[in-house]
């Protein structure tokens, strides 16, 4: 394949013309590339996780809308709570956050499913171009919407843009070398942050959320740039080019020698056996992540509304607001540390999210925090927990995948988050109802 500027942007998954050795992750081939593939992944992790954020950040507003038939911003900055069941001893919205939740993650668990068995027909560029397209689209059709129904329309659309745009740039990670997946990753955790971030600042400062939505409308631009623009053309490999850093260990490859491989020259020449296989292996990543995901959005969008502390200045809204970015600023910090710690084993990660899910529920049930900022230091642990769950799953991945079936793998793995999150957000439904009705 020739290697002139932006021409892997053409390249689809079924391109099967290079040998095995020229489809291995190549190394940066200089400096200016360098800095440009790293800066390049970081945004593009930035960006396409940005409008997924702002929309669960947004999530309480929308649903207040059906409070407020007619107001196109949807909800003042700082509205009154005003109950739908009076004898609750919640302050709840009529329809869960949750339901917001599954509008956010369902079309993306969709796409997850489909995609290992048709999305590589597809070139990269058409992918990136529809990402960039549904995320503007969600910004506005949210911010002029009039109803429930209108928003949680948009809210899809971001979806979409979220999850077509994972499974394209895990893809694209198996064309650069592995420390890409660390800058992805640092991208989609300040995603999380910036996006959590400025959702509060701007409706603080007064804005409404139309008016914040509206604002956000640069970050689809600024997707399409950092993918058209700024990454450089794969070089080619080195032979020798493997990270130093990485063990012996750490090279151990993921599926045993002695399983039967087809000739690795692109992703759709692998069979279905072989894709099973490697699916059998990639399970002791796999499940932890599900569990993370699980418990933690199982909290965000099932508990984090009925925490509600009346013994504050912060209203319902704000303290929700509060909620989701000390949990984003955790994801933050804990992508972006890879390079300080490597966590192989990844079950522990799961266990410490499930009990800061139990304690959480045995607070909404018995109440007995005495401080809403207690919560906050829990909510920001779980960020980290969840973040650092994230990042090492991937890593681990990509040290322990050959190079023929590293694409396949990354695009099959990153289906662990979705599914843990659909999971919650189904239970958090029910649980809502019942607790809502609590006198």
Request: proline share 7%; glycine share 6%.
């Amino acid at each position: 394949m020739p290697c002139c500027p932006r021409s892997w942007q053409r390249l689809s998954d079924s391109e099967g013309e290079e040998p095995a050795r020229e489809r291995r992750a190549p190394r940066w081939h200089s400096p200016g590339s360098s800095w440009k593939n790293a800066l390049g992944f970081w945004l593009l992790g930035l960006c396409n996780n940005f409008s997924y954020v702002v929309m669960l950040s947004a999530a309480h507003d929308i649903l207040k809308h059906q409070r407020a038939p007619g107001n196109q911003s949807h909800v003042d900055p700082d509205p009154t709570p005003a109950p739908h069941n009076g004898s609750s001893r919640f302050d709840c919205n009529s329809v869960s956050t949750a339901a917001v939740l599954l509008a956010d993650i369902l079309p993306t668990l969709l796409i997850k499913v489909l995609a290992p068995f048709g999305l590589h027909l597809l070139p990269y560029s058409p992918r990136v171009l529809v990402s960039g397209v549904c995320a503007a689209g969600s910004f506005i059709l949210v911010a002029f919407s009039q109803s429930v129904g209108t928003s949680l329309c948009g809210v899809v659309l971001a979806s979409i843009s979220s999850g077509l745009g994972e499974i394209t740039f895990l893809s694209l990670t198996a064309f650069y070398p592995r420390a890409v997946i660390s800058w992805w990753s640092s991208g989609t955790g300040g995603a999380g942050l910036l996006g959590a971030l400025s959702y509060l600042g701007l409706t603080q400062a007064g804005l409404s959320p139309q008016q914040t939505l509206l604002s956000m409308l640069g970050i689809p631009a600024l997707l399409l740039a950092s993918y058209f623009l700024l990454l450089t053309s794969p070089a080619p490999h080195d032979p020798g080019g493997e990270e130093e850093s990485e063990t012996a260990a750490a090279r151990q490859p993921l599926m045993s020698p002695e399983t039967p491989r087809t000739q690795p020259d692109s992703a759709p020449s692998l069979s279905l056996q072989e894709r099973w296989t490697v699916f059998q292996y990639l399970l002791p990543h796999i499940l932890p992540l599900v569990l993370v995901y699980f418990a933690e959005y199982f909290i965000n969008q099932g508990l984090f509304e009925l925490l509600f502390f009346r013994n504050t200045s912060l209203s319902h809204a704000e303290q929700y607001r509060w909620y989701q970015m000390l949990y984003q600023a955790g994801v933050f910090a804990s992508r972006s540390s890879l390079q300080c710690c490597h966590i192989r084993h990844t079950w522990a990660l799961a266990l410490l999210q499930c009990l800061n899910l139990a304690f959480l529920m045995a607070d909404v049930w018995f109440s007995f925090l005495p401080s809403i900022y207690l919560v906050f230091l829990v909510v920001l642990y779980e960020g980290l927990l969840g973040g650092a769950a994230y990042v090492n799953t991937f890593h681990n991945i990509a040290l322990k995948t050959s190079d023929e079936h590293r694409e396949f793998a990354m695009a099959t793995a990153c289906i662990s988050d979705t599914l843990g999150i659909s999971l919650s957000g189904a239970l958090a439904l029910p649980l809502h109802d019942f607790l809502c009705h609590l006198s």
